[in-house]
């Protein structure tokens, strides 16, 4: 596949993939929205469908959707290297783009909310404790669970042309939604389980920018543990994967 037509799928999934996922969130946090109040479940099952529905449609690259996957399959020599810039800033263009229509979506919740400083998380994740290094720990931890399951699980080691073909062929990608929301459920309690750096700092910037009334700050002091701790899962299941007799 060429580096354009990577570049748009992955785009078009990433969008997605934050519109959906950003947008339970809104949902579940604006007070004057149906799904206020909701619960963490609620977010949890709407981040693993936004996973759903964004990896379906950027099927034909792969649906990487991640830069933490897209560098676990380069270290374990499913993507080439010369595709990884390609990947990683179409998931990154996709995810703000993304993050502007959930916004879009919810202008006038937004207008109306009583607590517009704290609307940062519907867009981007924070520790309960801050505490950067255990945090770290955290997101290294649930990004190693993802990438591991993308790599290790029955079917996975048929990619060709740098296209995992991901396990549990049956299930298609509602397999990696299950697994997306198994790790929110399991392991998001403590940072909001980003696992994913374009996730987090598209989102991130695209709060920093847009119009929100009276909003927080972007918290740019913490957004290093949300990109770095999902790159380093990412590698070390890759480094497993390539010592196991797969």
Known sequence: MSSGSIFVWELLGTAILILLGAGVVANVTLKDSLGNAGGWLLVNFGWGFAVFAGASVAAPSGAHLNPAVTLGLAVAGKTPWSQVPVYIAAQLL????????????????FDAHDDPVNTRGIFCTAPTIPRAGWNFVTEVIGTFVLVAWVLLSPGAKGATDGIPQLGNAALGYAGVAFVV?????SLGGPTGYAINPARDLAPRIAYAILPIRDKGSAEWGYAWVPVLGPLVGGVLAALLYLV???
Do not use: D, E, R, S
Request: hydrophobic letters at 60%; proline letters at 4%; glycine letters at 16%.
């Open 244 to 246: 196991l007799p797969v």
């Open 94 to 109: 996709g995810a703000f783009l993304g993050a502007v229509l959930a916004w879009l979506t919810y202008k006038l919740q």
């Open 181 to 185: 929301i198994g790790i929110g459920a």
